[in-house]
């Protein structure tokens, strides 16, 4: 799966969670770029993401994620260990 494959699919999962269709998101996309996006909705996204591409996250993982494009880079690892 490429990238922008999961950008995409990423994309469509934030607006879903948050429930803003019309948001933008990028690669540079983060929470504090979202109002909306607090720490129940951040664990919502965290288990909807591992679901979709069938993923376990480590806590420390998840804590060095910055933005949507340091989650699509550990995806990627993921999906191609």
Avoid: C
């Amino acid at each position: 799966m490429s990238n922008p494959e999961i950008l995409q699919t990423i994309t469509t999962i934030i607006r879903d969670v948050l429930e803003l269709p019309d948001l933008k998101v990028t690669t540079d996309t983060s929470a504090a770029d979202v109002d909306e996006w607090d720490s129940m909705t951040h664990l919502q996204l965290i288990s909807a993401i591992e679901g979709k591409y069938k993923v376990r996250f480590a806590l420390g993982e998840l804590q060095a994620l910055k933005n949507v494009g340091d989650m699509i880079g550990l995806i990627e690892k993921k999906l191609n260990k």
